[in-house]
Nanobody, 116 residues
Framework: QVQLVESGGGLVQAGASLRLSCTASGFTFSNYRITWYRQAPGKERELVAAITSGGRNTNYADSVKGRFTISRDNAKSTVYLQMTSLKVEDTAVYYC?????????WGQGTQVTVSS
């Protein structure tokens, strides 16, 4: 079955960096776009960054442009989210997502907490 497993979250100070990973299984990873979302307490889930199947095209939320970089290693079935210059407002649970045959699949999420 389709599985997405996020890792790499943690507690850091503002200005620090973290790299999140999303490792997939159960489907042909290299055929699918992967998206990172996040959800802060009391807020709706929002798109953070997305990458096409081959990795050539990416897009980012305005709030993270220039600070976050999404990449993928199809040989490892893994997508990364490199986060730099973290801000308190980046605090959230981060989820990876893919859509297969119009069905959404989500990981369990990884918590990122940025302290001031």
């Amino acid at each position: 079955q389709v599985q997405l497993v996020e890792s790499g979250g943690g507690l850091v100070q503002a200005g620090a960096s973290l790299r999140l990973s999303c490792t997939a299984s159960g489907f042909t990873f290299s055929n699918y776009r992967i998206t990172w979302y996040r959800q802060a307490p009391g807020k709706e889930r929002e798109l953070v960054a997305a990458i096409t199947s081959g990795g050539r095209n990416t897009n980012y939320a305005d709030s993270v442009k220039g600070r976050f970089t999404i990449s993928r290693d199809n040989a490892k079935s893994t997508v990364y989210l490199q986060m730099t210059s973290l801000k308190v407002e980046d605090t959230a649970v981060y989820y990876c997502n893919t859509q297969i045959l119009y069905r959404n699949y989500w990981g369990q999420g990884t918590q990122v907490t940025v302290s001031s």
